[in-house]
Each structure stands twice: as structure tokens, then as C-alpha cells.
């Protein structure tokens, strides 16, 4: 069972995968697709599959890579028309037993971290046992999904847009949120 906040789950148990990888093909039904429109704004999920190996990684570890496909409808921004959109990307994502990650945290603690923004994910914590292909699924859905769709040949209004004049004005219109400081410590001082 799981705790999950994902509107579709399908738990693995990894703990007897010991050095063999194994084949997993999510074909999503129409109940769980259904669930996931819902939960993403979505007007309708037409199709969704993904085909994954799931195969140990590093000593405690597993690695969950393959792809992903499908069809959904969504709402036309401008003009809130239904359009189908095929979605489609890799999944590559690496799962780290959580009591190992306990110890390197332990291990790493007051230490600074750097973050590089093009560099790998790290690993995803797991409780050793089994790991949630739907929550998978369903970021890597979520990273792909177009925030803003819009119909094929679709154009914003031209007036609708800010012109640089509008734009300035509103800059100058802002209160300087240092200012704001500034005389709250000469009230302070005074």
C-alpha cells in the first residue's frame, strides 16, 4: 500500500530484484487515466504507456529508465477549445535505500552544498522495499505537459499585450521594498 499523492500508483517490490533487471509496462486503464486528468487539469488522457526496466544500482540502489507515451486533450489558453496533444519523453531516474542515505546525511551534515543546475538529479529516497512506478510516471507527465497550450495558428490579441510605455509605469509604480526599510529603522533611530 501507499501513501502517495499521485493520482495513480503502482507500487514494485524491489527488494528481491538482486541482480537482474526487469521489464514493467504500465498500460494505463481508462479509471486511472481519468484520475490523472483530473488531478492535472487535463480535459481528458486518452492514451498513456510507459516501458520501464527497473535493475539494481550501486550497492542499495535502483535505476528506473525507459519512456514514456500518450494522448491527452487540453484547454486552448486563448481560446479554451479542446487539442489533443501526444506527449512523449525518456524516464531515467535512480532510487537510494533510505537507511544508506540516513547514514550520508548524517555523515554531511554543516557541510555547504553547491548546486548545479545542469548536473544529474540525485538519487530519490526509498524505504528499501518498494518503489512507486505511478509517481514515476506521473512527474515525468506532469514536466512534459505544455502549461500554456494553444491551438494551432491561435495569436493573442495584439491589444491585449503591454506596450513598453505601460510596462515602465508600472516599474515606477512599485514601492521599493528597501525604502519600506529604510524607514522603518528611522523610526527605529529616531
Not at 518498494?130 to 491551438?151: H, K, M, N, T
Request: hydrophobic content about 40%; charged content about 35%.
Amino acid at each position: 500500500m501507499s501513501n502517495s499523492d499521485y493520482p495513480y500508483v503502482h507500487m514494485m517490490d524491489v527488494s528481491r530484484l538482486a541482480n537482474s533487471a526487469r521489464t514493467v509496462t504500465l498500460d494505463l486503464n481508462e479509471a486511472d487515466r481519468a484520475a490523472i486528468a483530473k488531478a492535472y487539469g487535463l480535459i481528458a488522457v486518452e492514451t498513456l504507456k510507459a516501458d520501464l526496466v527497473v535493475r539494481p544500482w550501486r550497492k542499495t540502489g535502483v535505476a528506473v529508465e525507459g519512456s514514456f507515451s500518450g494522448k491527452v486533450i487540453q484547454r486552448c489558453v486563448v481560446t479554451l477549445e479542446p487539442i489533443e496533444v501526444s506527449v512523449e519523453d525518456d524516464i531515467d531516474r535512480k532510487f537510494i535505500a533510505e537507511d544508506t542515505s540516513k547514514r550520508r546525511k548524517n555523515r554531511d551534515d554543516g557541510l555547504e552544498v553547491d548546486i548545479d543546475f545542469d548536473a544529474i538529479d540525485p538519487p530519490e529516497h526509498f524505504d528499501g522495499k518498494a518503489i512507486d512506478l505511478g509517481s514515476v510516471l506521473c512527474e515525468q507527465l506532469a514536466l512534459v505537459l505544455d502549461p500554456y497550450p494553444r491551438a494551432e495558428g491561435v495569436e493573442i490579441d495584439a491589444s491585449f499585450a503591454p506596450t513598453e510605455d505601460e510596462d515602465e509605469d508600472e516599474e515606477e509604480q512599485r514601492p521599493n521594498p528597501f525604502a519600506a526599510l529604510a524607514a522603518l529603522k528611522k523610526d527605529k533611530n529616531s
